[in-house]
Nanobody, 123 residues
């Protein structure tokens, strides 16, 4: 087991910002690549951003690359997703995931997942 706990979700208005955090404990966080995904009701899980273990590689989905920023603090065992200019279509459950070292974009390449945090953007 690789415990992951997301936080920072909530209800915001369109145009506002949120910063999500995903905290790890009890394992070598600095050896794992991390990804952020979201899933809206009735839709498939969608890749948002990923970052490799030492932050040398980052990937973004086109739909968020100008608004979202992924970062990590290995000393704090935490990965972040800064989300700016939020839109109603960003409403979803946001989850972080971990895999060994790399920063893949496919959810199938991640072994460990958090429970998710709800983000709701009102118009």
């Amino acid at each position: 087991q690789v415990p992951l706990v997301e936080s920072g979700g909530g209800l915001v208005q369109a145009g506002e910002s949120l910063r999500l955090a995903c905290a790890a404990s009890g394992w070598r966080f600095d050896l794992f690549g991390m990804g952020w995904f979201r899933q809206a009701p009735g839709k498939e899980r969608q890749f948002l951003a990923s970052i490799s273990a030492r932050s040398s590689n980052k990937n973004y989905a086109d739909v968020v690359k100008d608004r979202f920023t992924i970062s990590r603090d290995n000393a704090q065992n935490t990965v972040y997703l800064q989300m700016n200019s939020l839109k109603p279509e960003d409403t979803a459950v946001y989850s972080c995931a971990a895999t060994a070292w790399r920063a893949p974009t496919s959810p199938d390449e991640y072994e460990y997942w958090g429970q998710g945090t709800q983000v709701t953007v009102s118009s």
